[in-house]
């Protein structure tokens, strides 16, 4: 019921997401193009290979939505709304999986700076999936979670600052994006 109530959406809110995913979708695919490059030198070729496929058949599904909704507007609101959340929270989970399956294989800097990145991602997916709010948090989710969880899980202490200083963040973010949803619902 709770997932019914806030998928089923005003038109004005689906049609601001699903206008704006174009771009996220376009600025995903060029972020993860660019950090293969960066990471060329700390990766296995089929590693690397593989985490850009997984993004791309990601990005390529969610196009594949988009290209669907624009066919076929005016089909049932919350399938559309529940097609498109499925998406967002797949970008979220490969983005994520992604990371801490590297970490192991790239310098600290490079973990941090892949930290720096999705906080930046989910900083951008608030301004294009928030209009929806439970579209943003199945993005949010899993795109930080699994990251926050796996710098709690290391020895050192710098990753419990970093911890700390992401779930913050993270929080700020929901809260903002939060506001940004009742806003747009009046």
């Known amino acids: 019921m709770f997932l019914y ?3 089923n959406v005003h ?17 995903l695919a060029l972020l993860a ?12 070729e089929k590693i690397l290979y593989l985490g850009v496929l997984l993004h791309l058949v990601v990005l390529i599904f969610r196009s594949y939505i988009i290209y ?5 507007p005016y089909s049932s609101n919350y399938r559309w709304m529940v097609l498109f959340t499925f998406g967002a929270f797949l970008s979220g989970l490969v983005w994520s999986l992604s990371a801490v399956y ?7 800097e490079h973990q941090f700076l892949i930290y720096a990145i999705t906080i930046g991602i989910a900083g951008v997916g608030m301004a294009s999936l ?14 930080t979670f699994p990251l926050i969880l796996w710098l709690l899980l290391q020895e050192q202490e710098v990753y ?11 929080v700020y973010y929901i809260v903002t994006a939060y506001r940004m949803f009742y806003n747009q619902k009046k």
């Open 130 to 143: 928030s209009a929806v709010l439970v579209t943003y948090l199945a993005f949010l989710v899993p795109l």
């Open 102 to 108: 590297i970490y192991k294989f790239i310098s600290i």
């Open 5 to 7: 109530t806030y998928l």
């Open 68 to 72: 669907l909704y624009k066919k076929i």
């Open 11 to 27: 038109n004005d809110q689906r049609k601001q997401i699903y206008s704006m995913s174009k771009a996220s979708i376009l600025g």
């Open 33 to 44: 193009l660019s950090m293969a490059y960066l990471l060329q030198s700390q990766l296995e």
């Open 160 to 170: 419990y600052v970093g911890a700390v200083l992401y779930s913050i963040g993270i």
